[in-house]
Structures are given as structure tokens and as C-alpha cells.
């Protein structure tokens, strides 16, 4: 990562779950992408407004929101972080509990893609062949 401090300062933000904390360190070109596979609504996260528009679907669905992360490994430009999701449905009181990786981009920095996947092998495999990075 070019600049580690910004990097671990952004996955900070981004476990803090407050997406006005979470803003201050996204570039507004942002692209963050769910694809369906860990996703009932997968989609394109653009910007500013589509870190508070993920972080406001998340909350419909699950209160006491927790986002653990530790860095993985490089990958060329990109940094793959595990993360750890924890919470309990809001209307079911059912304990959540998810572990997904996140491929992230700095651009000056600042987070400027993220993208998720299902498993550390995935990340890779994207990142470092010919996925979808």
C-alpha cells in the first residue's frame, strides 16, 4: 500500500460503520462493487453518496453493525483485507455473522475501488489473474 497510514486509517472509518466518518477518507469517484454472490442486493457503490446509500441498506436490515478488518496481503496496487461482519437482524433479533474480503485501491490517499468477494482465494484470483479487477 502507498501510504499504510491512510490505508489502515480508511479501514478505521469504514469499522466505525459511520459513513460520514467513512467519507473523509473515500475519493468521490469511488467505485465499490457487491457482486450476487454475497449479496441479495448486488450492486455499484459510486461516490460519496453510495458509501452512505451501502451503509444505510446494511442498517434497514441490521442493528448494532460491527466491521472487523485486518489486511491480508498485496496484491500488486491493490491491498486485500479480511473483514469480519457482525450484528443481529433488526426485526428478527438473529445473530449475523459474515466473513468476506474486500480487494481496495488507494488513489492519493483515499479509497477509490473496493470491491468484494466471497473468499481470500477469490481476492487473489482476481487481483492477481485476470478477474474482474
Excluded at 454475497?38 to 458509501?51: R, T
Excluded at 446509500?53 to 453493525?65: M, V
Excluded at 437482524?89 to 488507494?106: K, N
Aim: proline share 7%; with cysteine.
Amino acid at each position: 500500500m502507498n501510504d499504510p497510514d491512510a490505508g489502515e486509517a480508511a479501514l478505521e472509518a469504514f469499522a466505525s460503520g459511520d459513513p460520514d466518518r467513512i467519507v473523509r477518507h473515500v475519493d468521490p469517484e469511488l467505485e465499490g462493487a457487491m457482486p450476487p454472490s454475497m449479496s441479495a442486493e448486488p450492486d455499484n457503490y459510486l461516490g460519496h453518496d453510495g458509501v452512505r446509500r451501502y451503509f444505510d441498506l446494511f442498517n434497514e436490515t441490521i442493528e448494532d453493525l460491527h466491521f472487523g478488518s485486518r489486511i491480508a496481503q498485496e496484491a500488486g496496487d491493490w491491498v486485500l483485507v479480511e473483514l469480519h461482519i457482525t450484528g443481529k437482524g433488526r426485526t428478527s433479533g438473529i445473530p449475523v455473522e459474515l466473513d468476506a474480503v474486500a480487494a481496495i485501491l488507494m488513489r492519493d490517499g483515499k479509497l477509490l475501488k473496493m470491491i468484494g468477494y466471497p473468499s481470500l482465494e477469490e481476492a487473489r484470483a482476481a487481483t492477481l489473474g485476470d478477474g474482474p479487477c
